[in-house]
T-cell receptor
Framework: GENVEQHPSTLSVQEGDSAVIKCTYSDSASNYFPWYKQELGKRPQLIIDIRSNVGEKKDQRIAVTLNKTAKHFSLHITETQPEDSAVYFC????????????FGGGTRVLVKP | DGGITQSPKYLFRKEGQNVTLSCEQNLNHDAMYWYRQDPGQGLRLIYY???????QKGDIAEGYSVSREKKESFPLTVTSAQKNPTAFYLC??????????????FGPGTRLLVL
């Protein structure tokens, strides 16, 4: 089955700096890659996703890049703000057989004011 | 994701007891999912269902059971066979298979604790 690895597990940045989280996946048939943000004790919420026919996608301060050849994708947050502090999860799916998502282990991001 | 509800918010289980977690959605989504999240870890898939009266095991189905008698509802039972049930349980839904690769939306979760 699919295996998703996520790094780093914790990330501390100064407010205004950029944060980058990287994920690698094992199943070359995976074609859908969402990123979720989870605040303490809350539900995961989708912040951005990318499909395999696209190499990069941006939404304001958030961007995701995908390298299908190397089987890795990354989340980039620019101009970080204290409210960006949370745990971020990447995931991968083949889009078939139930659209099952396989999640990475998560990255705890702390933005220091 | 506001259309997915889970109850209760907290649930306490005694040794040898079966407990059932509720998940309801009014989004007209076909697919529903149950995930388990342990402290400091990612989400792991327990069961999923693509259509009424049909469901499949995920990666960690042992000690759990589900039913899908209605499109809106996908309850999860944690049986006494699950020896380490303490975790945060999240239900999700999506429009799959009508729209492949569609986003999964999560409910607010149920935190299960063992007495």
């Amino acid at each position: 089955g699919e295996n998703v690895e996520q790094h780093p597990s914790t990330l501390s940045v100064q407010e205004g700096d950029s944060a980058v989280i990287k994920c690698t996946y094992s199943d070359s048939a995976s074609n859908y890659f969402p990123w979720y943000k989870q605040e303490l004790g809350k539900r995961p919420q989708l912040i951005i996703d990318i499909r395999s026919n696209v190499g990069e996608k941006k939404d304001q301060r958030i961007a995701v890049t995908l390298n299908k050849t190397a089987k890795h994708f990354s989340l980039h947050i620019t101009e970080t703000q204290p409210e960006d502090s949370a745990v971020y999860f990447c995931a991968a799916s083949r889009g078939a057989a139930g659209n099952k998502l396989t999640f990475g282990g998560g990255t705890r991001v702390l933005v220091k004011p | 994701d506001g259309g997915i509800t889970q109850s209760p918010k907290y649930l306490f289980r005694k040794e040898g007891q079966n407990v059932t977690l509720s998940c309801e959605q009014n989004l007209n989504h076909d697919a529903m999912y149950w995930y388990r999240q342990d402290p400091g870890q990612g989400l792991r898939l327990i069961y999923y269902s693509q259509i009424v009266n049909d469901f499949q095991k995920g990666d960690i189905a042992e000690g759990y059971s589900v039913s899908r008698e209605k499109k809106e509802s996908f309850p999860l039972t944690v049986t006494s066979a699950q020896k380490n049930p303490t975790a945060f349980y999240l239900c999700a839904s999506s429009t799959y298979p009508r729209v492949p690769q569609e986003t999964q939306y999560f409910g607010p979760g149920t935190r299960l604790l063992v007495l």
